[in-house]
């Protein structure tokens, strides 16, 4: 099973600055079949970004994606207050898809 | 719109049998491959089982295989997770998924 590790566990920010998310892949994701989430608080999951770099639709181009093999970061830049919530990575090349722990941006 | 609605969550006792559904409206049910998710109460989330358009290629998380199976019926536009033998670590949020879609999720609670 791939295990991956985000970091860090919390961010702490102010409304305008940038974030910085990491997730490590404890192997190579396969077709950098990379999804990153957005979690508020009693809600579903939100697709940010998938294949790596590929932003959803209607996700605003403040949010980016990068990283391929076993290295992936998001970016949030210009941090507005709807942004603070859990974010996760998940792989989806390879069974069973598994997900990081979790960074929660929270404000400074 | 795409949606997704999840239903038949619900309390039941340890080694105690559930079967979730999940309908599909708002796109073509049929291209889609479906998985259910699920999240633990203040935990993060954990794939359960996949299923492919067809219904011929089934996965399942370690935790669940031999008590949950996955199973669609594409005229209905549904897909279906039968979950026997629940045990107290199976109590959470279930989501039906397919690309970019989340359902709002139907809570399972295994208590004595």
């Known amino acids: 099973e791939i295990v991956l590790t985000q970091s860090p566990g919390t961010l702490s920010l102010s409304p305008g600055e940038r974030a910085t998310l990491s997730c490590r892949a404890s192997?190579?994701?396969?077709?950098?079949?990379l999804a990153w989430y957005q979690q508020e608080p009693g809600q579903a999951p939100r697709l940010l970004i998938s294949?790596?770099?590929n932003r959803a639709a209607g996700i605003p181009d403040r949010f980016s994606g990068s990283g391929s093999g076993t290295d992936f970061t998001l970016t949030i830049n210009r941090l507005e207050p709807e942004d603070f919530a859990v974010y996760y990575c998940?792989?989806?090349?390879?069974?069973?898809?598994?997900f990081g722990q979790g960074t929660k941006l929270e404000i400074k | 719109e795409v949606q997704l609605v999840e239903s038949g969550g619900g309390l039941v006792q340890p080694g105690e049998s559930l079967r979730l559904s999940c309908a599909a409206s708002?796109?073509?049910?049929?291209?889609?491959?479906m998985n259910w998710f699920r999240q633990a109460p203040g935990k993060g989330l954990e794939w359960v089982s996949y299923?492919?358009?067809?219904?011929?290629?089934?996965y399942y998380a370690d935790s669940v295989k031999g008590r949950f199976t996955i199973s669609r019926d594409n005229a209905k536009k549904s897909v279906y997770l039968q979950m026997d033998r629940l045990r107290d670590e199976d109590t959470a949020l279930y989501y039906c998924?397919?690309?970019?879609?989340w359902g709002q999720g139907t809570l399972v609670t295994v208590s004595s």
């Open positions: 299923i492919s358009t067809t219904g011929r290629v089934i």
């Open positions: 998924h397919r690309a970019g879609t």
């Open positions: 998940q792989q989806y090349g390879t069974f069973p898809y598994t």
């Open positions: 192997q190579t994701v396969n077709r950098n079949s």
């Open positions: 708002g796109f073509t049910f049929n291209d889609y491959d």
């Open positions: 294949g790596a770099f």
